[in-house]
Antibody, heavy 120, light 106 residues
Framework: EVQLVQSGAEVKKPGESLRISCKVS????????VGWVRQVPGKGLEYLGI????????TYSPSFQGQVTISADKSTGTTYLQWSSLRASDTAIYFC?????????????WGQGTLVIVSS | SYELTQPLSVSVSLGQTARITCEGY??????VHWYQQKAGQAPLLVIY???YRPSGIPARFSGSKSGNTATLTVSRPQAGDEADYYC?????????FGGGTKLTVL
């Protein structure tokens, strides 16, 4: 069974760094792109970027380029989303999702989401 | 940047048909996907490549596209279909989501 399991909720202060994770199982991690999507509470879905774990090729939405960093560890089947200096506006739920080439690049499996709260 | 426009809300009575639209420039040349998101849950893919249903998605969900508009149709929606629905596509390697539509079943 394909699963994407994300790390737990985080509460951080502005200016702090953070890395959240998404561990996949049930398929070959290195051959499918994994994307990250943000959802501010009560708002819609926003695309952040995507990584190909096979060679760590990464692309970002122009809106989030430079704001976050996406990485992957092939040895553990995990992809990461990290911030070097959080802002209150980063408060949101973050989802990882597998992009499926055979389904015309749709996100066919999603993690459960990680809530990040940034507050002083 | 590319934008997808959806109505904020759609209401439908039991037994009727709900249609949720997604407008975007030259959308006819792109593959449109639809996701259902119930309160407190992760999104669920319900339509991919404009018209195809993933396994396990009921046949009452269907997709179509015409001109600059893609449409998700829910035939005879059930109370359990109340959710937010998002369209999504890829524009020059960047993912784009519509703003989402809240479907209410009366």
């Amino acid at each position: 069974e394909v699963q994407l399991v994300q790390s737990g909720a985080e509460v951080k202060k502005p200016g702090e760094s953070l890395r959240i994770s998404c561990k996949v199982s049930g398929y070959n991690f290195t051959t499918s792109w994994v994307g990250w999507v943000r959802q501010v509470p009560g708002k819609g879905l926003e695309y952040l970027g995507i990584i190909y774990p096979g060679d760590s090729e990464t692309t970002y939405s122009p809106s989030f380029q430079g704001q976050v960093t996406i990485s992957a560890d092939k040895s553990t089947g995990t992809t990461y989303l990290q911030w070097s200096s959080l802002r209150a506006s980063d408060t949101a739920i973050y989802f990882c999702a597998r992009r499926n080439t055979f389904l015309a690049l749709a996100f066919d499996r999603w993690g459960q989401g990680t809530l990040v709260i940034v507050s002083s | 940047s590319y934008e997808l426009t959806q109505p904020l809300s759609v209401s439908v009575s039991l037994g009727q048909t709900a249609r949720i639209t997604c407008e975007g420039y030259n959308i006819g040349s792109k593959n449109v996907h639809w996701y259902q998101q119930k309160a407190g849950q992760a999104p669920l893919l319900v339509i991919y490549w404009d018209t195809y249903r993933p396994s396990g998605i009921p046949a009452r969900f269907s997709g179509s596209k015409s001109g600059n508009t893609a449409t998700l149709t829910v035939s005879r929606p059930q109370a359990g279909d109340e959710a937010d629905y998002y369209c999504q596509l890829w524009d020059t390697s960047t993912g784009v989501f519509g703003g989402g539509t809240k479907l209410t079943v009366l």
